[in-house]
């Protein structure tokens, strides 16, 4: 059995420091809701992200209301996998 997990739906490499995250659906109500339809793999968890060709919308924190803070990152690279 391959140890690939099939519900990773590509990877990101972003500009600044090439530093590469792999990315899934999300089923997070919260992120749903605030537009932020992909969990970013990290290295303490998840990121909730809103990913495009060459940004990344992705929530680091939630302010005093609710509302995501977002950081936006510039990617080098995005690869697509094909799900079977």
């Not at 899934?24 to 495009?52: C, H, K, M, Q, Y």
């Amino acid at each position: 059995m391959c140890g690939f997990d099939q519900d990773i739906l590509g990877e990101i490499q972003e500009r600044d420091h090439g530093k590469w995250f792999t990315y899934r659906a999300t089923a997070d109500e919260w992120a749903i809701s605030n537009n932020l339809p992909f969990e970013i793999d990290v290295l303490d968890g998840v990121r909730f992200a809103r990913i495009l060709e060459t940004i990344a919308y992705v929530a680091v924190d939630e302010d005093e209301r609710g509302h995501p803070v977002l950081e936006k990152w510039r990617l080098k690279k995005h690869r697509h996998f094909v799900q079977i």
